[in-house]
């Protein structure tokens, strides 16, 4: 029988945009990652122009912690999984 508290039954699914470098950290830090495989190449390169990438995680964001790496959240929502 499986064990129903390791069940994951909600995603947290946002954006977040900058122009600054990827905070890396931040992948662990929220447990999050790119939301699509597309999003990918967007984390490596610094770029003047802003760039938005979106993202999937366990937890909600902490866009205190995004903003003080130069990079916003946009359009959290949560969904249901399961």
Excluded at 33 to 50: A, I, V, Y
Aim: glycine share 8%; proline share 5%; hydrophobic share 30%.
């Amino acid at each position: 029988m499986a064990n129903k508290a390791n069940k994951i039954s909600t995603l947290h699914v946002f954006t977040v945009t900058g122009t600054h470098d990827f905070p890396y950290d931040m992948l662990r830090y929220d447990t999050c990652w790119p939301e699509r495989e597309m999003d990918t190449p967007k984390l490596g390169r610094r770029s003047t122009d802003t760039r938005r990438v979106g993202m999937i995680g366990l937890h909600e964001p902490t866009g205190a912690r995004w903003s003080s790496f130069g990079w916003e959240v946009e359009d959290h929502k949560v969904r249901s999984v399961g």
